[in-house]
């Protein structure tokens, strides 16, 4: 990654890519390299100005978010890409993760919040927002009963199944470590440990392992 984090914003409203265009270069460490206001364009625009992270809009005229998602993160070495969202878009946004898409923002969020997801999707600790990821994996894992240890999981410690409980409910790393009484950076140890495990990109595609496995479910 070069020493500014490099961003693309993919949208079809004009004046939402100039907004957030303006919240994140007043930032010393960001840099916006490119728009796009198609999906046809955002896979251009990844191509040529390589960004390290993507806001992507979902619905774009001709080809949208999710199509040019998936194409983008077929590549090698791609880019980190953060769905744009609204609350009315859940199915969408579902596609999304298994899309491969590493994290989500709502489109009216606080400029706090936008800034604070691009460095997170930087540095590869995308922050799971309760109010949006958890609700939405929740609300569509195929329910069932919890299952203590699924073959898929066979390779996690008792540890990293603890840490991947918790990042289900929507936990970052820093209360991670506060509920299990660790160090943050052991934290991030076990985390990168099951992402390598489970074969997954970040920590979105753990925890819809965790919950289209059984090994946790809705309400748990």
Not at 48 to 74: C, F, K, Q, S, Y
Request: a negative charge.
């Amino acid at each position: 990654m070069s020493a500014k984090i490099r961003v693309l914003i993919a949208d079809d409203q004009t004046l939402v890519r100039t907004g957030f265009r303006v919240i994140l270069e007043a930032e010393g460490d960001i840099e916006v390299v490119a728009e796009a206001g198609t999906g046809t364009e955002a896979i251009r625009q990844a191509r040529l100005a390589r960004p390290d992270v993507i806001l992507m809009d979902i619905r774009m005229p001709g080809l949208d978010g999710l199509a040019a998602t998936e194409e983008i993160l077929r590549h090698p070495d791609p880019p980190t890409v953060v769905v744009l969202t609204t609350f009315d878009q859940n199915e969408y946004v579902y596609r999304a993760l298994h899309a491969g898409a590493a994290g989500f923002l709502l489109k009216d969020a606080p400029s706090s919040r936008l800034i604070a997801a691009v460095r997170a999707a930087a540095t590869g600790d995308s922050l799971i927002e309760p109010s949006i990821t958890r609700r939405l994996v929740e609300r569509f894992a195929v329910p069932a009963d919890p299952v203590a240890h699924p073959p898929e999981l066979a390779a996690l410690t008792e540890r990293e199944l603890d840490v991947l409980r918790l990042l289900a409910r929507g936990l970052s790393n820093a209360e991670v470590a506060a509920e299990l009484v660790v160090a943050e950076t052991t934290v991030k140890t076990h985390v990168a440990r099951i992402l390598t495990k489970l074969g997954v990109r970040d920590r979105v595609q753990a925890v819809v392992v965790a919950y289209e496995t059984g090994f946790v479910t809705r309400g748990t």
